[in-house]
DNA sequence: AGCTGTCTTGACCGAACAGTCAAGACCCTA
DNA sequence: TAGGGTCTTGACTGTTCGGTCAAGACAGCT
């Protein structure tokens, strides 16, 4: 099972999640992502026969780093609203860092890179797919103990809410990145979750 | 004001916008580009000094050939209801358009660019934000009409309001680039109109 | 006819591009 | 210690990239 992957390989990987999630997919060449990652091009290709091969062992990358930290927030031992609570502000502060790090707000780079280059290559919208299925699985199961908790209906869509909560998130951590403007995330991102999900919002907008 | 945007110019950004639209801004070259408006590549460095320029322009285009589509969208005659399904049709309808001409769907070329490029070419930000207002100023104006007629509340913040449905909207048709599928367009794009502005929907989904 | 400004042409540039390859270094196992 | 698979290296390929340029075509004006 331990996949076991090489250090360069590694490098590589972390290098292109790094430029292009900083810049987009066409605007960081192979050169580029060997230079950061201090590995010569033979290399690369000795790993990767494409550079759209190594883009979609980035998504994946991103994604598996991440799925300790969505297991965090969406712990059962949470009531639900405070997972979603735990979401909206995951979604910020990581945002709120790469504009730190980097400069401007980076998105998701998922996102980026399938709405760039999903039409062109197959596998990075395929590898997007599946990451969507993952994540939306998240959502399906908080919104099933809303349901339990008597906090949504019990005749409620999950699967098309869980569906709708992916969209609101992801039409917003791109509308950030566009924009380069965290500040609606912070403001308003709790209750647009809550308000997609159809739950009675008592909060204001964050002052 | 007439400003007579000579035909050779007019031929390079109506062909940088397909092209664009169709696969990405660093997907296509200049040549490309060229080829496809049947124009020289000294003509294209006449007219616009980079391919930056031209993709901001090829916004502009977008944009301003949408405006006649906007105004009969949410022409003060139609109810304020009916305004948002002629808008949520008319976002289906486009896209389904989009996917049968080139194959798949294109999502909103201003978005796209916007996300690719918004980070390194700041008239390219400068360009989506000033669309992003364009179009929250026919939100706010329904979403004004909705409280006059009582289907929102006499306190309801128009701007915030609108500025969540433009989040929504775009994260959609983003989505369904991406994914290529048009069927959440059709489905649930309506309801969801409905339900971001927080109207109380009578709706199903559409089957 | 001559001038001027706008537009067009096609050849041209150096840099950057994705990708290749043969040769060798390294490490495990036999 | 010999062999073989994995990895590394750096030079290399042919193409394409965004952008430049000088020369000329063409129109409108005087």
Redesign the interface.
């Known amino acids: 099972m331990g996949a076991q992957i090489p250090e360069t390989k590694r490098r590589l990987i972390a290098a292109a999640l790094e430029l292009i999630w900083?810049?987009?997919?066409?605007?960081v060449s192979v050169d580029d992502i060997c230079k950061a990652a201090d590995v010569r091009k033979g290399s690369f290709y000795h790993f990767f026969p494409s550079k759209a091969d190594l883009a979609v062992a980035a998504m994946d990358h991103a994604d598996i780093e991440l799925r300790a930290t969505y297991d965090r927030i969406f712990s059962p031992a949470s009531p639900p609203l405070q997972r979603l609570e735990n979401l909206a502000a995951f979604i910020y502060d990581a945002q709120k860092e790469s504009a730190e790090k980097y400069g401007?707000v980076?998105?998701c780079p998922c996102?980026?890179l399938?709405?760039?280059?999903?039409?062109?290559e197959p596998e990075i919208?395929a590898k997007?797919?599946e990451q969507?299925r993952h994540k939306t699985r998240y959502y399906q199961n908080v919104i099933r103990d809303l349901v339990a908790e008597g906090l949504l209906p019990a005749d409620a869509d999950v699967k098309?809410k869980a569906?709708?909560l992916?969209?609101?998130?992801?039409?917003?951590v791109?509308?950030a990145?566009?924009?380069?403007d965290l500040e609606?995330l912070r403001r308003?991102l709790k209750n647009?979750i809550f308000?997609?999900l159809?739950i009675a919002a008592e909060t204001t907008?964050a002052a």
């Open positions: 900083r810049s987009s997919y066409g605007s401007h980076c998105g996102a980026s399938g709405s760039e280059m999903g039409a062109q919208r997007f797919d969507r098309a569906d709708e992916f969209a609101y998130l992801m039409g917003r791109m509308l990145r566009i924009e380069n609606p308003d647009g308000r997609t159809g907008p």
